[in-house]
């Protein structure tokens, strides 16, 4: 057998492909020197970096247990415990707790005697993440602040970066919106200035946007995504990465109303990281059922939903609204309030009390509605970001209206509108402008509620989404859209593309798009079935408009 390769003379290319991040290059020149047993530890750890940046996941964990072995046979104790450490969080990111947990477990053993280094400084970083989402927020302050001194004695920019992440993300979880950015810019500069390690500059990025989603700051989220997404293509390959920067655009889609990006993402994140991070999977299965649910396509919606709670990740609260949609309003209040009671997480409860909202005024529990909409002003108050103050704003608004109080209820809807179009949110600023519509009705301005709620209906029409109910007409069966309705009930009377578009005013182009959609819908393949289908649920004669 031959004697070990030293990559620095024999595998200089490789180093030069790492460097570049050229990962596919350095895995097919090591992979076959590793086969025959050629490499030492250090051309092993190599080969190591490649396999994980390629997402050749259980390659990786193999590699990393061989290299573990290896340092502890030669006495290399910090680096045996970085790559247990390694093995640790991979797990736990594949879902597998208890095996993550006692790899995480041994790397800590082995550090025990080990002076104060790099890797005593990651075990501080993944601490204090447990700290603060366990809600032990003092104790996640320590550890940031004890992470970025370690950091500066040892003139590592990835610590102190890593630390100052930390404590800028306690200060946005404490309510101190201003210094938490402040601080997380300035744990940015080392990132920006390509001083920090490559995995945690990934994470870094995906730390800031999650924050942002979190706290509806959809201005700053949408930055740190292109940022983030600007930092991936510097990568031949990349696949956590790639695959966690779909994950965060595919949150924006759904708030968006992009819903044929949302299709692609999430079959694209699925892909990526069905073995590598189980929790944006989840996500990604999560959000998809939300953009189905607000469609109309139930059925979809239950079994993206499922997926995800298969995957670890809490369906709500679009299990809950996706319950009030199918008519148990009922069972959708039970459940959402129990949600609310159990949420984790003050951003989490804000989304779960503003679908609290309206799932009690539609369960006909204004009591319910009202603390809800209470408690919503609190976490407004608390963290006053456009998206939070809007929802606000909308719960608020919903309550006063339910309570006979249109005139108190008219400029909170309006403000409220107006805030959800200016972050981008078409599906929620319409049906907040079909809230506003009936306070306008309430107060005898038919003439403004009539073309206010026209126009919330376009737009949602323009997003293939059904009309909601605010209190006003029924809405379709199959979960139709009134234009998708309007279509199918021409086709219905064997009109054809041509003459339903003449008939609408609308392109061939935009009649089979909306054809697409009712078949979609419908479950149909033929535009026979969906005539049928039409005849069946009394579509045959056109709707006016």
């Known amino acids: 057998m031959a004697g070990p390769v030293d990559p620095h003379d024999t ?8 460097e570049r991040k050229d990962y596919a290059t350095a895995y097919a020149a090591l992979r076959p020197l590793a086969d025959q047993q050629c490499l030492d530890a250090d051309a092993l750890s190599m080969l190591t ?37 390694d093995v640790g969080v991979t797990w736990l990111m594949r879902g597998e707790p208890a095996l993550g947990s006692g790899w995480l477990s041994r790397g800590r053993r082995l550090l025990e005697g080990v002076p104060p280094g790099h890797w005593h400084g990651v075990l501080l970083w993944a601490d204090g993440w447990q700290a603060l989402e366990a809600g032990r927020v003092d104790d996640a302050t320590q550890q940031g602040e004890q992470l970025e001194r370690l950091g500066r004695d040892l003139a590592d920019d990835t610590l102190v970066a890593l630390g100052l992440v930390l404590q800028g993300v306690v200060r946005l979880w404490d309510g101190r919106l201003r210094e938490g950015f402040a601080v997380l810019d300035e744990a940015m500069l080392p990132v920006l200035a390509d001083r920090v390690e490559r995995e945690f500059t990934g994470n870094i ?6 924050a942002c989603h979190d706290l509806m700051d959809l201005d700053r989220a949408r930055e740190w995504t292109r940022v983030t997404e600007r930092w991936v293509e510097g990568f031949s390959d990349a696949v ?6 779909r994950a965060h655009r595919l949150q924006l889609h759904v708030l968006e109303g992009a819903w044929p990006d949302v299709e692609r993402e999430a079959a694209e994140v699925e892909r990526d990281l069905a073995d590598l991070n189980v929790e944006a999977v989840a996500e990604a299965a999560y959000q998809l059922g939300e953009s189905c649910r607000v469609r109309g396509q139930l059925d979809r919606a239950t079994a993206h939903y499922r997926r995800a709670a298969g995957l670890g990740r809490d369906p709500q609260p679009g299990a809950s609204l996706l319950q009030l949609a199918r008519g148990d309003a009922d069972g959708a209040c039970a459940s959402i309030t129990a949600a609310v009671v159990a949420a984790p997480s003050p951003f989490l409860r804000a989304r779960l009390l503003r679908a609290q909202v309206q799932v009690a005024l539609a369960s006909d529990h204004p009591a319910t509605a009202a603390g809800a909409a209470d408690a919503l002003e609190g976490l407004a108050d608390r963290y006053p970001t456009p998206g939070f103050t809007a929802w606000a704003e909308e719960g608020r608004g919903a309550v006063l209206l339910a309570q006979d109080r249109p005139a108190e209820a008219a400029p909170l809807l309006s403000s409220a509108a107006a805030r959800l179009t200016r972050l981008g949110l078409r599906y929620d600023a319409a049906r907040a402008s079909l809230l506003l519509a009936d306070v306008l009705a309430a107060t005898g301005d038919d003439d403004a509620a009539r073309l206010l709620r026209r126009s919330a209906a376009d737009d949602l029409d323009a997003l293939g989404v059904p009309v909601p109910s605010t ?3 029924a809405s379709l069966p199959g979960g ?9 009930a021409r086709v219905a009377t064997g009109a ?7 008939s609408l005013t609308i392109s ?15 479950g149909v393949s033929s535009r026979t079935a969906a005539a049928a289908w039409a005849h069946e649920h009394h579509l045959d004669v056109p709707l006016q408009r």
């Open 496 to 502: 054809t593309n041509r003459e339903v578009a003449a």
């Open 11 to 18: 595998l200089g290319p490789v180093g030069l492909a790492l």
């Open 480 to 488: 139709l859209t009134a234009r998708e309705a309007e279509v199918l």
């Open 508 to 522: 061939e182009a935009t009649v089979r798009r909306h054809l697409a959609n009712v078949y979609v819908k419908l």
């Open 240 to 245: 956590m990465f790639l695959g966690v920067c």
């Open 205 to 210: 990025y995906c730390t800031m946007i999650s």
């Open 49 to 85: 970096e490649a396999t994980w940046w390629l997402g050749r996941i259980s390659e990786y964990l193999d590699l990393c247990e061989v290299l573990h072995r290896r340092y502890l046979d030669e006495g290399r104790v910090d680096r045996a415990a970085a790559r247990a450490l």
């Open 471 to 473: 209190g006003g007409p």
